[in-house]
């Protein structure tokens, strides 16, 4: 049977900047997106780190991945693949890597429609488009408390790892931004054998400019870079 090697997380993960990625990330970039758009979006490229690493191990990709994904957006976005896919967990082998705790989700007022808000204060374009500089500022200020955000981002994160280790599922936790505090970081390690706090993508790539877009996104030699460099923990789940 062919597994299919299912990856998290967000533009580190996404293939950003790839040939062929563009016109969805045209797409995705912006404010708003909805639930059935983003599953019917395609993901398969075969040039990011995942595709690569699908294809050495001759495996399906699926790239649910997101440019600007909150470590809310992957902890629901892992349990709504659960929740459709939970009575054939062992079909698939999970990547999941997290992003900065300084990013939420908020949810529409519609019920049924089930569109979601990506938003963080770091992230300029927001001032400029959505709210008024006054009201972000209120908002910046309520709503990003670093405190919070830190245990909001640790809640998501050992959410899905509990998910995933109770149910057996063959996974690697790591990130793709880390600014987990190193108290949280200690526990995940502690308690999931499937998290691992070496992992930082973005931190990998940061000192090597020949690797990288002028986004900061891995370019081809830095997906191949980042593919390689995954393999010691690809190995503890039979992959290669």
Aim: aromatic share 16%; glycine share 4%.
């Amino acid at each position: 049977m062919t597994h299919t090697l299912v990856v998290f997380g967000d533009s580190f993960c996404c293939g950003t900047g790839l040939a062929g990625a563009d016109s969805y990330l045209r797409e995705a970039d912006r404010d708003t997106y909805r639930i059935e758009e983003y599953c019917d979006w395609p993901k398969l490229w075969q040039d990011s780190w995942g595709g690569l690493i699908a294809k050495r191990n001759n495996m399906h990709y699926l790239n649910l991945a997101f440019p600007g994904a909150s470590n809310m957006m992957i902890n629901r976005k892992v349990h709504e693949f659960y929740y459709q896919h939970h009575d054939r967990l062992d079909d698939y082998v999970f990547l999941i890597f997290w992003s900065g705790k300084m990013r939420i989700e908020a949810t529409s007022a519609h019920p049924g429609e089930e569109q979601y808000l990506r938003l963080s204060p770091l992230w300029e374009y927001n001032d400029k488009t959505l709210w008024t500089h006054h009201f972000m500022r209120m908002f910046k200020e309520f709503m990003f408390n670093e405190q919070a955000q830190e245990w909001q981002s640790f809640q998501n994160i050992l959410s899905a790892n509990t998910l995933m280790s109770h149910n057996n599922a063959r996974y690697v936790s790591g990130f793709a931004i880390s600014d987990t505090n190193d108290d949280h970081k200690r526990f995940l390690v502690e308690k999931f054998p499937s998290h691992t706090n070496d992992i930082e993508i973005a931190h990998w790539l940061h000192d090597s400019p020949e690797l990288i877009f002028p986004c900061y996104h891995p370019n081809i030699e830095g997906n191949l870079y980042v593919a390689d460099a995954l393999r010691p923990w690809l190995s503890r789940i039979g992959l290669e």
